[in-house]
Structures are given as structure tokens and as C-alpha cells.
């Protein structure tokens, strides 16, 4: 029996970076055989023989030998495995490309179906693409993924998977580079296809957009990198523009309120969690009223800060504000929402229903007014 660290452990460790999972394959041994070997090993797989020993994967060889497997995996980056012998000597045995591709960052699929054996791997190599800002797509992996599209194997996929991969882009250091690869690769249909177009429709008036709806939102992604569901919010802020009538554009009337529904489509078809639904719902319908905070009215402030702090996102629309516009909110926000906090209700006007939730209104805003005024 001979078992193999696999995969991107050994990548990581080539590269000088933490492992964070560690998965092993298992040459040379039935399930039996692997068991009585390892007596703690819990049997996990459906498909094939998958085990868990404290949380780490162990996978029992599918293919004649440990070569055919590498030749099996998704990119050549990934296909290495490193062989520890009892004596303690490392032998790393590699796909041919592999330790080419990994000193050159290219991202070159492991073989001509590597795709098509399974298709989220276009997901997964745009997610590397992501990852790695300096990798460079080989040729082959462009007509591959071009190819997975070509003929609707992507929408074979299960929504969970997609967005597994989805969420680990939105954490890389340049998640606008996952859907760059997915649209030049004709990729973003049917799990995006809110963007599909989107490169085609101006992102507005010149004096406020040069480029394209996709251009924007994937700069504005860009600058919010780091934090993970801000970059949704990113993501799904201007997706109402997509459906704005063209007779209009270069302007988006109402694109906030149509974008509310797309958001929601997206979360939903992939399966993100409720928060991140939410979140991207909310950067729809008022990223612009954020983003012109300054001109708003007391009251209009009042009930936009009301509806923000009740979601918890009023540092996440700050943030988002500042990568849209570059118009840095925070300290009006701020200011307006500790004063419209410390306002009380007076004891004779508390538990009276709709009466006491318009007279805290009304006291907010008399206080926010006479704020803005003491700032003027």
C-alpha cells in the first residue's frame, strides 16, 4: 500500500504557502485492506472509496496507477503527488506540464476532458484564475472551457458546487478576475446569466461611467476585495441596469428597482446563503441613495439609515458607496445614525403601535435636521 499526498497540498507546499486541506490517494489496496490498516477511517463515499482520518480526505486509486490519476485531475498545477516512504525520502511524481506550469502560474487543463469528465472544473479554474493574479490562461484551457459551453455541460452541474466555487473567488485577492474568465470564455450562461450581456450596455452617462455595466462591476468588485460578502454586494449592485430599456441608455432609470429581483434570482438559483441574498438585494435598491447620501433630505436619511441598521450593513453600503462613486459616506452616516439613535421615545408617547413608531420617526428627524444644520 502506498498512499500519496495529492493535489493542491502539494502545490501550495512547491509554492511556499499554508495547505489548508490535505488530501491523500491510496494506491496498492482494497477497502478492506485500507480499513484494517487504519481502523478510525470512516468511509464517506457514494461514488467511489473516500475515507476520513481526522478530517483529512484519503481516496482509494480509481485509475491503474498513481501516473494515470494525475493525468485524470483538472489542471496541470494540481495533478502532482508527493510520495513520503517510511525512510522519510519525498519523491514528487507529476503531470508532464506540471512543474512547467506551476514555476510559470499557467493554467493549463490536466488533459483534453478534464472538462467534460467533469464540468465544474470551469469553475474551478476561473476560481485559480482568481487566486493566482499573475496566472495566465493557456490556450487550451480557453477552448475547453469554450468547448464545456458550446455543448450545455455547465448546466449539468449542481447548484452547490457552482457555488461553492463562486464563494471561494468572492475571498481571492481579485474575484473580478473569476467572471472576467467565465465572460471571455463564453462561460457566464446559465448560472450568471444576469451578466451575459452586460458587456455590451453603457454603465452610464460618460460624466459618470466610461466603460461597460460588466467593466463596472468588476472594478468595483476589484476594490472591494478582501471582504468577501462586500464583493457580492459589488456584484449584484448594478444588475438592474441589465434590463433598463436600451431607448434610454446611456441612463438606467429605476435600474435600483429592477435590480432588486435579479439579485435575489442569482442568490437563489445558486444557492447562497440567506445573509449573502440579502446583502446583494439591498446593495440593489439603495446603493444609489448611499452614494448621494449628502444630497438626501432628514427625513429620507432617517429611514434609509433605519432600514440599513436594522439589515446590519450600514459599514458594508459605506464601503460599497466608496468603490461605486468614490464618495465617502461614512462619516455623515455615521454622525446621522448615533444621533438618530440616541433619540427616546418619551414615556407617555411608548406602547401606542403605529402612533409611537411615527413619533420616534418624527423625533429622529428633527434631530438629524437639526444636526445637518449645526454641521452647515
Request: proline share 5%.
Amino acid at each position: 500500500m502506498k498512499i500519496y499526498l495529492v493535489g493542491g497540498a502539494v502545490r501550495d507546499l512547491l509554492l511556499g504557502r499554508q495547505a489548508h486541506d490535505r488530501d491523500f490517494v491510496v494506491e496498492g489496496a482494497t477497502p478492506e485492506e485500507f480499513q484494517a490498516a487504519f481502523p478510525k477511517a470512516i468511509p464517506v463515499g457514494k461514488a467511489f472509496e473516500v475515507f476520513l482520518i481526522d478530517h483529512e480526505e484519503y481516496a482509494l486509486l480509481r485509475d491503474s496507477d498513481i501516473h494515470a490519476d494525475l493525468m485524470a485531475r483538472d489542471l496541470t498545477i494540481n495533478a502532482m503527488a508527493l510520495d513520503t516512504a517510511e525512510t522519510g525520502a519525498c519523491c514528487i511524481i507529476a503531470h508532464p506540464n506540471a512543474i512547467a506550469d506551476l514555476a510559470d502560474l499557467i493554467l493549463r487543463p490536466a488533459s483534453d476532458t478534464a472538462f467534460s469528465t467533469d464540468p465544474v472544473r470551469v469553475f474551478r479554474a476561473a476560481r485559480f484564475f482568481a487566486e493566482f493574479p499573475t496566472a495566465t490562461p493557456h490556450i487550451s484551457l480557453h477552448q475547453l472551457m469554450h468547448a464545456a459551453a458550446q455543448a450545455h455541460l455547465l448546466s449539468t452541474v449542481a447548484s452547490e458546487r457552482v457555488c461553492a466555487e463562486t464563494r471561494k473567488a468572492l475571498v481571492t485577492a481579485r474575484p473580478d478576475r473569476f467572471f472576467q474568465l467565465l465572460a471571455d470564455t463564453a462561460c457566464l450562461s446559465p448560472w450568471f446569466a444576469e451578466l451575459v450581456r452586460s458587456d455590451t450596455i453603457p454603465a452610464g452617462p460618460p460624466q459618470y461611467h466610461d466603460g461597460s455595466v460588466f467593466q463596472h462591476t468588476l472594478e468595483v468588485m476589484r476594490r472591494l476585495a478582501g471582504n468577501p460578502l462586500q464583493v457580492w454586494m459589488g456584484l449584484c449592485h448594478d444588475l438592474g441596469k441589465t434590463i433598463t430599456p436600451s431607448a434610454c441608455w446611456p441612463h438606467h432609470y429605476r435600474h435600483d428597482h429592477y435590480g432588486i429581483d435579479l439579485a435575489q434570482n442569482l442568490g437563489k438559483r445558486l444557492g447562497m446563503p440567506n445573509k449573502y441574498i440579502q446583502a446583494g438585494m439591498t446593495a440593489a435598491a439603495d446603493h444609489m441613495r448611499v452614494g448621494k447620501y449628502d444630497t438626501l433630505r432628514p427625513g429620507t436619511r432617517v429611514d434609509l439609515l433605519d432600514r440599513l441598521h436594522r439589515k446590519n450593513c450600514v459599514d458594508d453600503m459605506i464601503a460599497l458607496a466608496k468603490a461605486d462613486h468614490g464618495h465617502d459616506v461614512a462619516g455623515a452616516m455615521k454622525r446621522d445614525l448615533a444621533v438618530m439613535l440616541s433619540i427616546r421615545l418619551p414615556e407617555e408617547a411608548r406602547n401606542k403601535g403605529l402612533e409611537s413608531g411615527n413619533r420616534l420617526r418624527e423625533l429622529r428627524c428633527e434631530a438629524v435636521a437639526q444636526s445637518m444644520k449645526t454641521i452647515i
